[in-house]
């Protein structure tokens, strides 16, 4: 009969559902990062999950209309034994065949029905799983995106990981854990050359490697942040540490020579106002 067919052809297409969950499964553990990449309208222009959505929904419809055509058939039948029952004695004894018959529809029209509500669960869950995927991946989308941030009056765009990397070689050093923060300030800088933290995390690696006794790499980081923005804030104080750490390592001309640089080229600084005072109680 034609609606077996159909129930058998509807029982039997499942695939597509399987394939989306595989597929969906990759894409949520995969790289977001491509990903985000790609423009928002090419997304899910060619997803697994929405052609196995369109042939699920395709699939109940054709469930819908097997399911009606077999409700019409179920009402003719019986329409014919009621006239059967009504007629002849020759006439009745057709009865039981069309009684046969009635059964016969009902049980493929429970078939039928069983397995519309089946396909329906389906392509709910699916819509579910897709909507829960989407979610996960936008939320893991939004850590990735830059924020701005304040910082001696400098204003930049920093990525989330980028922050945290700084924040925590920050929190190492206020523990007082100097040379392990040392450390962590020189691995941001490997990654992050390019930040807006780089003339912060320069400074500071300086501060935790004089903290250190490291004096003269102290001095190699100091240096590095006069020279390449001479005009951050804390330029200045970078000269005022660098003839500390010549002090300690007991060159009093280099720090003499360092004070009244500092001086000449950042006179209007706390730390030039510093330096005038230690050149006043050399002389």
């Known amino acids: 009969m034609s609606h077996v067919r159909i129930a058998q052809s509807a029982a039997a297409g499942r695939s597509p559902q399987r394939r989306w969950q595989i597929a ?7 790289g977001v990062l491509a990903a985000a990449a790609l423009p928002a309208h090419a997304l899910f222009s060619d997803d697994e999950a929405r052609r196995a959505i369109l042939d699920l929904r395709s699939r109940l419809e054709t ?3 097997a399911v009606e055509a077999t409700e019409r058939h179920l009402q003719a039948t ?7 029952q009504a007629g002849s004695d020759s006439a009745r004894r057709g009865v039981l065949d069309v009684v046969n018959q009635i059964e016969a529809v009902r049980r493929e029209l429970a078939t039928l029905r069983g397995q519309q509500e089946h396909l329906a669960r389906d392509l709910a869950d699916l819509q579910r799983q897709q909507r829960d ?3 996960a991946f936008d939320e893991r989308l939004r850590a990735l995106e830059p924020t701005k941030v304040v910082v001696d009056g400098d204003e930049f765009t920093v990525r989330p990981d980028e922050k945290a990397a700084f924040e925590e070689a920050m929190a190492v050093l206020r523990a007082s854990d100097f040379s392990r923060a040392a450390r962590l300030y020189g691995a941001f800088l490997a990654r992050y050359p390019g930040s807006g933290y780089a003339p912060l995390a320069w400074y500071w690696q300086g501060n935790a490697l004089y903290a250190d006794r490291q004096y003269r790499a102290a001095i190699d980081s100091y240096q590095r942040l006069i020279d390449q923005w001479p005009q951050h804030p804390r ?3 970078a000269m005022l540490a660098i003839a500390s750490c010549q ?3 007991k060159d009093a ?4 020579a360092t004070w009244q640089a500092l001086v000449t080229r950042y ?4 730390a030039a106002a510093a330096a005038r005072e230690r050149l006043a109680r050399l002389r």
């Not at 019986?78 to 059967?84: G, N, Y």
């Not at 006179?267 to 706390?270: A, I, M, S």
């Open 267 to 270: 006179p209007h600084t706390e």
């Open 78 to 84: 019986e329409r014919q034994l009621q006239e059967l």
């Open 235 to 237: 330029a200045a104080e």
């Open 24 to 30: 969906l499964a990759a894409w949520v553990s995969g």
């Open 253 to 256: 001309k280099a720090a003499r």
């Open 133 to 135: 995927a989407l979610a």
């Open 63 to 65: 469930q819908r209309q």
């Open 247 to 249: 002090l300690e390592l």
